[in-house]
């Protein structure tokens, strides 16, 4: 997707910027696509509307920086273990679902397709993530810490699904979690799916 930006007479705030990109995913978690509009973001954010329009040229552009600045993103990573992975794949998944942009990356899996300009944009994020959690499943095989005829998809099916799960189930006050509770809970999740996966291939 194309972003396009208008020129900047001086050069941007960080902290301003920072807090543009936060107070348009609030209020996108909150109102959605249909609700969304620069004038809600500037209040939020405490700026002016003017400071916006220098910045961005339409709404969906300006949402589309603040998903790019501030909502986390499924990538490869190879720890040299299958349980490193797959531990650090989801807590991926739940500092995306479960932190401070949580409810707006929710909200934007429901939404994308039907926002103009940024359902090309989010099909793309989203195939690079898919692409990203099979490599590392396929890695897991080919180092044989996998049977081989594990199915990646269902695997990636549980993991990811069950740090959803995570986000969309606990209680407001219990969804932010820390670092250390993401660590947690995300190697939780690996020893429970990989010893369930290593059991069955016994059996």
Known sequence: MSMETAPVGRPRDPEVDRRIAQAALDVFAEAGWSGFAMETVARRAGVGKASLYLRWSSKEAMLA???????GRVADVDTGTLPGDLT??????LRAYAG???RAALRLTLEAATIPSLAGHYDAMRTAEIGAARAIVRRGIARSELPAGTSVTLLLNTLIGGAMMRALTSPADKRPMTARDIIRH???LVDFLLNAVTTSALQ
Do not use: N
């Not at 920086?65 to 909502?71: E, F, G, S």
């Not at 650090?88 to 998944?93: R, S």
């Open 65 to 71: 920086d603040a998903l790019t600045l501030r909502i």
């Open 88 to 93: 650090e794949l989801a807590a991926q998944v």
């Open 100 to 102: 401070d942009t949580g």
């Open 186 to 188: 995300a190697r939780q």
